[in-house]
């Protein structure tokens, strides 16, 4: 993120194997643990969307300075997403379903380029939104049916960024049962689902002031 290095710290983007139809978020947590530095200690690390359900795994096994949940899910401790999403229905605005189809590994595509733009990148510039698409991969459904093994979420500092126009995660559950269950710090920013596209220097600000 170079609005983040220009502020004098270093990035690092792992790339989840959400297309894998046998991982779990327990994998996924497996993948970013053997990505980060063993000796660091003052990891901030940021989950966007679907990420927020593997940061805290994360945390949970090794030391974690702080914790940002990026317009995402949060997990309910001892249940499975789909589970979680009886019990709370409002998490997800729903539009998005018209745009996914699964295919016959059981991971769900993005199909509907147009309702993407408007889901994901809405305030983003038709340039970047395009080239973002292009990069969407699939999501496998086996992480959505295994239990959180969280029982309680780790001691690390955690912050909420919601953005007031997010068309996926519902802005309301996110400053209300998100952030509560978290006991989190809450950020608003204007705009969808996508700040680090839309807004990065907002992001990497934040960023930095929980660095500082």
Same mark, same amino acid.
């Given at each position: ?7 004098? $710290? ?32 003052? &990891? ?17 096994? *090794? ?15 001892? $249940? ?6 009886? %019990? ?16 016959? *590994? ?21 340039? %970047? ?22 029982? *309680? ?8 960024? &919601? ?39 907002? &992001? ?9």
């Amino acid at each position: 993120m170079p609005e983040l290095e220009a502020l004098g $710290h270093r990035s690092l983007a792992v790339d989840l194997p959400s297309d894998e139809p046998n991982a779990t978020f327990e994998t996924y947590a497996d993948v970013v643990v053997d990505a980060l530095s063993a000796e660091d200690e003052e &990891v901030i690390l940021v989950g966007h969307s679907m990420a927020g359900m593997t940061i805290p795994l994360v945390a949970d096994r *090794r030391p974690v300075r702080s914790l940002i949940y990026l317009c995402s899910l949060v997990p309910l401790p001892g $249940h499975s997403f789909l589970e979680q999403l009886a %019990v709370e229905p409002d998490a997800l605005l729903h539009e998005y379903q018209a745009g996914i189809e699964d295919d016959e *590994r059981g991971t769900g595509r993005w199909i509907d380029d147009d309702l993407a733009h408007r889901i994901l990148y809405a305030d983003c510039e038709d340039e %970047v939104a395009q080239a973002a698409i292009r990069r969407l991969r699939p999501q496998a459904r086996t992480p959505y049916g295994k239990p959180c093994v969280l029982e *309680r979420f780790p001691s690390s500092r955690s912050t909420y960024v &919601v953005c007031s126009e997010d068309r996926l995660v519902n802005p309301a559950w996110s400053r209300g049962d998100a952030a509560r269950r978290l006991g989190a710090e809450l950020v608003e920013l204007p705009g969808s689902h996508s700040p680090f596209l839309s807004r990065p220097r907002e &992001v990497a600000e934040i960023i930095h002031r929980l660095a500082s």
